[in-house]
């Protein structure tokens, strides 16, 4: 009873028809037509239950990626996974670590079965190898690293990620959570495949909900040790990621222009945001995924509520994230250009406001 319960971006304005939803890092440009095509054809097998082992998709996957099909594991969302894994291999008495202003998914995970969550430190809103390791004891069972992290937009390069592995006690298990890979193209930026393929004790997991625009359909994978897809098997329920779902979720891996499309529109106006967030004199944290977070006073009439309640007013909806420790500060997904447009128009309206102007 100790958990408050995860609370969703706003998604409505009472009293505004169109609103612009910038506070779940959903896929700007939607999915594929290929993916809306499958899912729609699925609808004819309604009656019948979906193949328990997603084989179809897992096999696609697996071409994909160049993977051993048997240690890939799908589930109703990468949430899915990461609390199965928690469930399994944490309980009491256990600790469960993850960075500073780490995806909430992980310490409520942890709490729900039993484990103590404990916070590594970062430095400037990054995670660090240091502070993981210094947050480690001899009860840690999982270390989460969130890369890139929502919702600072930080990442660790893969020396790094391989420098925590090196560091970390063989029975705790290293999981890299990479729901944004497809977005990075850092030249030392890695999602975990090839640690994965090199150790017992180190999963990578990944989602259909951001680049792959399929949040609806909550749809998750991940790539480990034969051993933990074995126990992950043993927990999870029996047809836990739906027909529809598996069917859009292949579709949408093999329509690769898509995926370019998508992953070239974020290319465009994330920085097009962070230049107009110089410009306007609003700090941010420079980011490598969907979104931007953007730093507001700590109160006053530029605060970051302030911030938010006028956005809405005009429709705009970003996520407020004081529950990850950042009060002052409002994550804002990149959408279509003219949501963009409209975010500093609007940002630059409200700066006017609050100065007096």
């Known amino acids: 009873m100790d958990i408050s319960p995860y609370v969703g971006g706003d998604a409505s304005v009472e009293g505004l028809a169109r609103v612009m939803k910038l506070s779940a890092n959903e896929g700007a440009t939607g999915p594929s037509p290929k993916a809306i095509a499958a899912y729609t054809e699925a609808g004819a097998n309604l009656h019948r239950y979906p193949d328990g082992g997603a084989a179809e998709l897992r096999a696609g996957l697996a071409e994909m990626y160049g993977l051993d099909v048997n240690r890939l594991i799908c589930g109703n969302g990468s949430d899915e996974i990461i609390s199965h ?26 709490m729900a079965s039993g484990a103590t969550p404990v916070k590594a430190r970062e430095d400037n809103f990054t995670a660090t190898v240091d502070g993981f390791l210094a947050a480690v004891t001899e009860r840690t069972k999982i ?24 560091g970390l006690p063989d029975d705790v298990l290293l999981v890299i959570d990479s729901a944004y890979a497809e977005f990075v193209s850092r030249n030392d930026y890695a999602p975990g495949i090839e640690m994965v393929s090199a150790h017992d004790n180190v999963v990578m997991t990944r989602t259909f909900s951001k680049i792959y625009g399929l949040a609806a359909l909550r749809l998750g994978w991940a790539y480990c040790p034969a051993e933990v897809a074995g ?47 110089t410009r306007l004199g609003l700090n941010y944290i420079p980011s490598v995924g969907n979104f931007l977070t953007i730093q507001f006073e700590a109160d006053g009439p530029r605060s970051a509520d302030a911030a938010q309640e006028f956005l809405r007013t005009k429709g705009i909806l970003p996520r407020g994230i004081a529950g990850y420790g950042m009060p002052d500060y409002l994550r804002f997904t990149i959408g279509l250009e003219d949501e963009n447009r409209s975010v500093v128009a609007a940002l630059e309206e409200f700066l006017s406001a609050a100065n007096g102007g």
């Open 85 to 110: 894994l928690i469930h399994a291999y944490a309980g009491q008495g256990d600790e469960v670590v993850y960075s500073e202003h780490g995806f909430l998914m992980y310490p409520l995970g942890a």
């Open 143 to 166: 270390v989460f690293v969130a890369n890139p992290n929502n919702p600072t937009g930080t990442y660790l390069p893969q020396a790094e990620l391989v420098r925590l592995r090196a």
């Open 231 to 277: 126990v992950f098997h043993r927990v999870r329920g029996p047809f836990n990621v739906n027909t529809a779902a598996q069917a859009a979720g292949l579709a949408a891996l093999r329509d690769v222009q898509h995926t370019d499309e998508a992953r070239a529109h974020n290319d465009r106006w994330l920085p097009w945001l962070q230049d107009e967030c």
